[in-house]
């Protein structure tokens, strides 16, 4: 197994809050791994760690280097897009694809082209003048068109309509994805990723809740929808959440005896919203 | 060879962001200059209707000995580039000021750091812009507008029935002209290299308004030691940090900022073309300390620039 990224004992403090309060992380290639986290549970402070924009305390190695050191250098295998639209408002759309171009030795033109010919953003137009959705759209465009390793997003489809987004998860899995890369995706938007995801992470407070496989996943949880007069029953063996919903109870278990469950109403695979809640609790 | 290459995009970049100031100012400037001139003479053929006078002062410089020709000429074309380097050398100012500072606010930085540059390059380039780019466009704006003041200097000649090309543009020199100035702006660019490297320095870490932050420091510091004097009798001290700067931003190798030596008192000065016109003169800046000095201290800022432009995200 060849770890992309590699942590062990990653902090960030800020003053009194750690952002980020020892973390052990392996992601090895091939594998889409989704980040999930409530607001400053320090998602964007690994981001920015594993991307070489922050400083911080214990070990991490991307690609076999030190962030810190050689963003540089690793810059040339990891791209990355960030939370909001951070193309440069003054440039114009053929301008930005030439200096890519020049700056970045992996970076096609051909293919960024291609990309954009299934928009309607032109190459003399300025960014300042598109839509937050085109200047994604334009982002999207260049970064896949560089053959990188580790690609990073961060929340790349906030404030973009549902039809865009559906959009841009397609293209990133059809198009972009082999086992020789690795996708880390940062979302609130947890539905939508779901079903492409390979891997996942949650984290809270700064530490890791939960660092597993899907398949994994989906071995270990259970939800059992119970009917009302079972559910002391169910109660019993210790769920790890409850939620009523149309007067039915549902309960999430870990690791639980799935013939005792069954007998007590209908078993569900639950989904990552509900894990979330669950693992997160409701106040998160 | 390709650090080379990159830093050549990048520079293009500079221009791409800030048309305005480094390609179409110079170029407005040099218009003006031009505009200026024509409508000098507009006015002066309205006073010499029959062009008698005009004609008559045009044979008079013909009959000029040659070096009194070449000095009329080239220091004309030399001093009304005055005005375009001034202006320069303000933009210059403004530009380092924000270079590190503006991709820090509007988060582009979050884009220029997913590039595989580092940040010694990017600091590099933004210095490189203020030394050589902006010079070298802002000295093709001069050329221009030489080119064009010579052009309707020679219709005046044509009309006085001189030619042009042996009174007005061999006595010019252009070639010679434009490279003092080429080079004259090369080391003009060394001799302010502190004040680039402390702006560069600002505009890396500063939280906001790094150009008052630039500036509010250096004065600051010579207001307290100026305070510091009055209250120990008067010995003003000798270095002062706010003069040393101002200094040095006053004075220099091009027209305006030209040091005229008046060791001999000025009876003894002669105005020659080697005030301006030598390179010898620009070169002799090399050997002193004080360019050595500010190099030394250009260094250190700079590095200082880099150090914190590693640290820099969009916060």
Redesign the interface.
């Known amino acids: 197994m060849n770890a992309i990224i590699k942590a062990r004992g990653l902090r960030r403090s800020f003053g009194q809050v750690h952002a980020l309060d020892g973390i052990d992380l392996d992601i090895p290639s091939g594998r889409i791994v989704g980040l999930i986290g409530p607001n400053g549970a320090g998602k964007t402070t690994a981001l920015k760690a594993i991307l070489g924009l922050s400083s911080y305390q214990g070990e991490l190695s991307v690609l076999g280097l030190d962030p810190a050191r050689q963003r540089d250098q690793l810059m040339q295998d990891v791209c990355f897009i960030a939370d909001v639209a951070v193309l440069p408002r003054w440039a114009r759309v053929h301008q930005i694809i030439d200096l890519t171009e020049r700056l970045h030795p992996n970076f096609s033109r051909k293919q960024c082209l291609h990309y954009l010919e299934a928009t309607r953003i032109r190459p003399q137009a300025r960014i300042r003048t598109l839509s937050k959705g085109m200047v994604v759209q334009l982002h999207l465009a260049l970064v896949m068109a560089i053959d990188a390793r580790l690609l990073v997003l961060d929340e790349p489809t906030l404030g973009l309509d549902i039809l865009f987004r559906k959009r841009f998860y397609s293209n990133l899995l059809n198009e972009y994805f082999d086992e020789e890369r690795t996708i880390v995706i940062t979302t609130h938007q947890v539905e939508e990723v779901e079903h492409i995801l390979t891997d996942l992470v949650f984290i809270k407070d700064g530490q890791l809740v939960l660092n597993q496989s899907m398949e994994a996943i989906h071995e270990r949880y259970t939800e059992v929808m119970v009917r009302p007069d079972q559910v002391e029953q169910a109660r019993a063996l210790a769920p790890l959440h409850e939620r009523v919903l149309f007067g039915r109870h549902i309960l999430l278990f870990d690791e639980p005896d799935r013939e005792k469950l069954a007998s007590l109403g209908e078993i569900h695979r639950p989904s990552v919203a509900d894990l979330f809640v669950g693992l997160m609790g409701d106040n998160a | 060879m390709s650090t080379l290459?990159?830093l050549w995009?990048?520079m293009r970049?500079e221009v791409?962001?800030s048309p305005f100031a480094f390609k179409w100012t110079p170029l407005g400037i040099g218009g003006l200059i031009i505009l200026f001139t024509i409508v000098v003479l507009v006015l002066g053929s309205r006073f010499d209707a029959q062009m008698a006078f005009t004609v008559d002062a045009m044979r008079m410089f013909a009959d000029m000995p040659p070096e009194q020709k070449r000095l009329l000429v080239s220091g004309a074309l030399f001093a009304s580039s005055n005005l375009v380097l001034q202006v320069m050398l303000l933009i210059i100012l403004f530009y380092l000021a924000g270079s590190l500072y503006d991709?820090r606010k509007?988060?582009?930085?979050?884009?220029?750091?997913?590039?595989?540059?580092?940040?010694r390059?990017t600091v590099l380039s933004k210095l490189l812009t203020a030394c050589i780019m902006v010079p070298a466009l802002f000295l093709g704006a001069i050329i221009l507008t030489h080119i064009v003041l010579l052009l309707i200097a020679s219709s005046y000649a044509l009309m006085a029935e001189i030619n042009p090309l042996t009174h007005l543009w061999w006595p010019a020199s252009l070639p010679r002209l434009w490279s003092v100035m080429a080079l004259g702006l090369l080391v003009q660019a060394l001799w302010l290299l502190p004040i680039y490297g402390w702006l560069l320095f600002c505009s890396s870490w500063a939280p906001r308004l790094p150009i008052l932050i630039a500036i509010a420091i250096p004065a600051g510091l010579s207001i307290a030691q100026h305070s510091y004097s009055l209250i120990s009798g008067f010995r003003l001290p000798e270095l002062n940090l706010g003069l040393i700067m101002l200094k040095r931003l006053g004075s220099g190798v091009l027209p305006g900022n030209t040091t005229i030596n008046l060791g001999n008192g000025l009876e003894e000065l002669q105005f020659s073309e080697d005030l301006y016109l030598s390179f010898s003169g620009v070169l002799s800046h090399l050997l002193r300390p004080e360019m050595w000095i500010g190099l030394l201290i250009a260094a250190v800022l700079i590095f200082g620039a880099i150090f914190f432009r590693r640290?820099a995200?969009?916060q």
């Open positions: 290459a990159n995009s990048l970049r791409w962001e991709d509007d988060r582009s930085i979050l884009f220029w750091k997913s590039l595989p540059i580092s940040d390059v640290r995200t969009d």
